[in-house]
């Protein structure tokens, strides 16, 4: 990194760039359509919506502190005084009200990459997964490859470790989950282990045995790296542990949503029709799920072809509710079949992750997407008094994205 870099670098870390003040919800927000529903009442959920940080902002996600503090990360990708090239960095706002209003943007120049994910582990460690492109003027290495972030302090600071490029192949693009998991440690009581999924994109027929699941006993200060979980040999663009999550249920199972990438050899759904004829990005791409009841030492699809879904939807998470349901919040990002704009969705299990219905009680979140890409990305958390807070992002017809969180209350089963 040159002189210049490095002034420009601490110069931005000494003054946090801020651009808003506390922001206040709006009352004249947008309610949540339920549409087919069935065991869900047909009316409209309230919704009071927030918009937060500036144009241009985008892919946010969220997370409960132990604190009890509500942390939300999305990244931006401006020029930055002082560097020449293409930055994508973090930029940060915090909650100290369950998000009825948000402190200030924070904008982490020190902080680079794309697409962050948060998770909260147990003691308050937080973990947060990125990726970092080749071309980011201040990628050292050139490569596109991942990151863990870890913070001990609520995200006020954070290390990073790259993933590879030591155990794998020469110029791989590595790639990790969203989110870590944490299962109980069968060796010590009261104690858990963390896992983060990682793995690689193009890896061919080496893809498999590069598809490992890291464990920390330590809340990820260190890693044991050797777990190759068997995955049936699965092979495609993106790979096992990208861009998806792994979520633990009430009764131990883990649930994970491979990404299915749309030039690949596993998109078509059985059972259905081929409906998307063109599709000329990774827009049209599904999810596939699969299961693992043996803490993650194999993976099966569920139900035999893991169907999970329809073509265009993607980007899932996953949410443990109080009252024993899971909550899948996913995004429509192209050719939506449910008569609304792109943008964030969510629908409810009630069985442990065995049954899910993607056209019943499905709860539109967001449908103000303009164009062709922009909307969703975003997940869901359940504050202390049960209600949810819900972060996306959307585009608007100026083409450039801003994101949004949403406070709801969840309605009971009928």
């Not at 003691?123 to 050292?140: E, F, K, V």
């Not at 409810?348 to 056209?359: A, E, P, Q, S, V």
């Amino acid at each position: 990194m040159n002189a210049l870099i490095r002034r420009s670098i601490i110069v931005l870390l000494s003054i946090a760039t801020i651009t808003t003040s506390s922001i206040v919800a709006d009352d004249t927000s947008k309610p949540i359509t339920i549409l087919n529903p069935t065991l869900l009442a047909a009316d409209d959920i309230k919704a009071v919506r927030t918009p937060l940080g500036i144009s241009n902002d985008y892919k946010p996600f969220l997370t409960k502190l132990k604190s009890g503090g509500l942390l939300a990360v999305a990244f931006c990708f401006g020029p930055v005084d002082g560097i020449d090239g293409y930055v994508e960095r973090a930029i940060f706002w915090r909650s100290n009200d369950g998000g009825k209003t948000w402190g200030p943007r924070e904008e982490r120049i020190d902080i680079q990459g794309r697409e962050f994910g948060l998770t909260t582990l147990h003691d308050g460690t937080l973990l947060m997964t990125c990726h970092w492109l080749s071309r980011d003027a201040l990628n050292p290495s050139k490569r596109t490859h991942s990151k863990i972030f870890r913070s001990t302090n609520e995200g006020k600071t954070w290390s990073e470790i790259r993933i590879g490029p030591d155990g794998f192949p020469d110029e791989a693009m590595t790639t990790a989950d969203w989110m870590a998991f944490e299962l109980p440690d069968p060796k010590q009581p009261g104690k858990f282990v963390t896992y983060m999924g990682v793995g690689m994109h193009h890896g061919g027929a080496e893809a498999p045995k590069h598809a490992k699941l890291w464990r920390s006993h330590d809340s990820g200060k260190t890693w044991d790296r050797s777990l190759n979980p068997d995955t049936k040999n699965w092979i495609d663009v993106d790979g096992f542990f990208s861009q998806t999550v792994t979520f633990r249920t009430a009764s131990g199972k883990l649930l994970h949503p491979v990404r299915v990438d749309r030039s690949g050899p596993h998109w078509l759904i059985p059972g259905t029709e081929q409906r998307i004829k063109k599709e000329g990005s990774d827009q049209g791409d599904r999810m596939m799920l699969w299961v693992s009841k043996d803490s993650g030492r194999s993976f099966a699809k569920h139900n035999t072809h893991g169907n999970f879904g329809d073509y265009g939807e993607m980007y899932p998470r996953f949410l443990q509710l109080q009252d024993g349901r899971i909550l899948l919040t996913f995004t429509v990002r192209s050719h939506s079949t449910d008569g609304h704009e792109l943008g964030l969705r969510a629908i409810l299990n009630r069985d442990d992750g065995k049954t899910w219905h993607f056209r019943k009680d499905r709860m539109v979140i967001s449908d103000v997407n303009t164009g062709s890409s922009g909307g969703g990305f975003g997940n869901s958390i359940q504050i202390d008094d049960g209600s949810m807070v819900t972060i996306y992002s959307y585009r608007k017809p100026d083409k450039k994205t801003y994101i949004e969180t949403v406070r709801w209350q969840l309605p009971k089963d009928k």
